[in-house]
């Protein structure tokens, strides 16, 4: 009886651990992995929590995958992450995480920052909100980029025209981003919002408007502000900003001895003004044609209004970024 009693005692025992054992969280598993991005592929360590199934990988491997600057401190066991513009913060064992120093939002990870083997791990989830697509599959993480797939072959490989009006609509967006941080601008009633394309190209382009001019160049599916200056608003802008005279520049404008296929818009009430010119390396420039619509009805017009100057061909079509 005594010998049953035990062995009973014994089962339950084993059958407690076993309960104990089951109510555990699963283990975060590391495997070696690659983070792939539109102009990357970088070897990884990936740690795979079993129960949440959330990711998570060195944040310095994600900087090399981005081309982000990264910058450690020991001290307050922080880190700060440079993307564009943007910085942000992590510290070790938080959730919490800041943008240019702010938590406006009240923006949170799903799981802390962890240290692990000297080395501090980020989820992967936090690259939504940087605008990539993020997918995981056996151990390839894969950052796409924002834009659909449409999108992103008609900026890549379409003609000129349908390039150059797709460009246009994203630079005005939510994915334009900066390397530097935006300059003040001052605009009028009457400043019209102009786009300079050098010949052949629709990947870059220079954005006026007001007395801001900026140069904007897609990286990986994101049109990036590379350079910025002020320039003066009136009819020597073009000559001021191509002659190399803006200030309170940030970057670096190339001298591109080409001509430019310029398109202007402008929106005032109800009406709208549309224009195509021609402008040169030193800024001289010819109307190529106009439009003046109220309420959605053409007014008057000159000329054509085109996005490709007379026999221009593409010079910058790609299959990938």
């Known amino acids: 009886m005594n010998k049953r009693k035990n062995a009973a005692a014994i089962f339950a025992v084993c059958l407690g651990l076993l309960a104990a054992d089951a109510c555990k969280p699963a283990a975060a598993s590391a495997q070696t992995g690659v ?154 009633e009457v400043s019209d919002l102009v786009f300079m394309f050098p010949e052949g190209e629709a990947l870059r382009c220079y954005m006026l408007f007001g007395n801001k001019a900026e140069l904007v160049e897609f990286k990986g599916g994101y049109p990036v502000v590379i350079a910025q200056g002020h320039i003066e608003e009136n009819e020597q802008s073009f000559r001021q900003l191509l002659g190399g005279r803006t200030s309170d520049t940030s970057g670096v404008f190339p001298a591109i001895e080409k001509p430019y296929l310029a398109y202007a818009s402008h929106i005032f009430g109800e009406g709208t003004s549309r224009s195509s010119l021609r402008v040169e390396p030193d800024g001289a420039y010819t109307s190529l044609g106009s439009e003046y619509l109220i309420g959605g009805e053409l007014s008057r017009s000159e000329g054509r209004i085109v996005y490709t100057l007379d026999g221009e061909k593409r010079t910058d079509s790609r299959t990938k970024w």
């Not at 592929?41 to 944040?59: A, E, F, H, W």
């Not at 003609?159 to 900066?178: I, K, P, V, Y």
Request: hydrophobic share 35%; glycine share 8%; aromatic share 8%.
């Open 35 to 188: 983070i792939v991005t539109p102009t990357s592929r970088v070897t990884t360590q990936i740690q795979l929590d079993g129960k949440s199934g959330l990711t998570q990988i060195p944040l310095r491997d994600l900087a090399r995958a981005i081309g982000a600057e990264l910058t450690w401190q020991p001290q307050n066991g922080t880190a700060k992450l440079r993307k564009w513009s943007n910085v942000y913060t992590f510290t070790a064992g938080q959730r919490d995480y800041t943008i240019n120093g702010k938590n406006v939002y009240g923006q949170k990870l799903h799981e802390a920052v962890e240290m692990r083997d000297g080395r501090l791990y980020v989820e992967t989830a936090f690259l939504r909100n940087m605008s990539y697509a993020v997918e995981y599959e056996a151990g390839q993480i894969t950052l796409k980029s924002p834009l659909s797939a449409q999108t992103e072959k008609v900026l890549l490989t379409g003609n000129l025209t349908e390039a150059r009006r797709t460009a246009m609509t994203l630079a005005q967006g939510r994915l334009l981003r900066s390397e530097y941080p935006p300059l003040e601008e001052q605009a009028s």
